[in-house]
T-cell receptor, first 113, second 114 residues
Framework: GENVEQHPSTLSVQEGDSAVIKCTYS??????FPWYKQELGKRPQLIID?????GEKKDQRIAVTLNKTAKHFSLHITETQPEDSAVYFC????????????FGKGTKLSVKP | GAGVSQSPSNKVTEKGKDVELRCDPI?????LYWYRQSLGQGLEFLIY????????KSGLPSDRFSAERTGGSVSTLTIQRTQQEDSAVYLC????????????FGAGTRLSVL
């Protein structure tokens, strides 16, 4: 089955700095790569996703980059704000699967004002 | 509805009792998933429903856990003879077509087994 790892497990940055979280996966057939944000006590919410025919996708301050050869994808947050503080999960999906998500263990991001 | 709805939001039960958790997916979404999240942990897949197909039960941790989905819409997760290790937040998600489409989560049911 899919083995998913996230690094780092915790990340503390100063407001305005950039943050990068990396997700590595084992299944070369994975072809859908979402990132979820979960604020304390709240539900996970999809913030950005990318498919395997694209190398990079950007949405305002958030971007995701994909390296299929190396089997990793990364979440980039620029100009971080305190409201970006949350746990971020990656969940790569096997192309032939039904979509049940195998989540990474999460990265706790703290943005200090 | 506007989003995925789960009830109850909190459930406290005694060890050995049965509990039922409900999920109302986004209207028109054919796929429905149940996950479990223990304190400070990631999400663990439990079960998946897609249309009228047989559910994928591969993530259910024991035979005390079961789920059904009636009429392709509302789903109920049942835990029989609850144990303390069942304490967790149970999250439901739905997606438009399953597979590679985005999943939208409910707020979850926090289950506490005393």
């Amino acid at each position: 089955g899919e083995n998913v790892e996230q690094h780092p497990s915790t990340l503390s940055v100063q407001e305005g700095d950039s943050a990068v979280i990396k997700c590595t996966y084992s299944d070369s057939a994975s072809n859908y790569f979402p990132w979820y944000k979960q604020e304390l006590g709240k539900r996970p919410q999809l913030i950005i996703d990318i498919r395997s025919n694209v190398g990079e996708k950007k949405d305002q301050r958030i971007a995701v980059t994909l390296n299929k050869t190396a089997k990793h994808f990364s979440l980039h947050i620029t100009e971080t704000q305190p409201e970006d503080s949350a746990v971020y999960f990656c969940a790569p999906v096997h192309g032939g699967s039904q979509g049940n998500l195998i989540f990474g263990k999460g990265t706790k991001l703290s943005v200090k004002p | 509805g506007a989003g995925v709805s789960q009830s109850p939001s909190n459930k406290v039960t005694e060890k050995g009792k049965d509990v039922e958790l409900r999920c109302d997916p986004i209207s028109g979404h054919t796929a429905l998933y149940w996950y479990r999240q223990s304190l400070g942990q990631g999400l663990e897949f439990l079960i998946y429903f897609q249309g009228n197909s047989a559910p994928d039960k591969s993530g259910l941790p024991s035979d005390r856990f079961s789920a059904e989905r009636t009429g392709g819409s509302v789903s109920t997760l049942t835990i029989q003879r609850t144990q303390q290790e069942d304490s967790a937040v149970y999250l439901c998600a739905s997606s438009h077509t399953g597979g590679l489409s985005a999943q939208y989560f409910g707020a979850g049911t926090r289950l506490s087994v005393l």
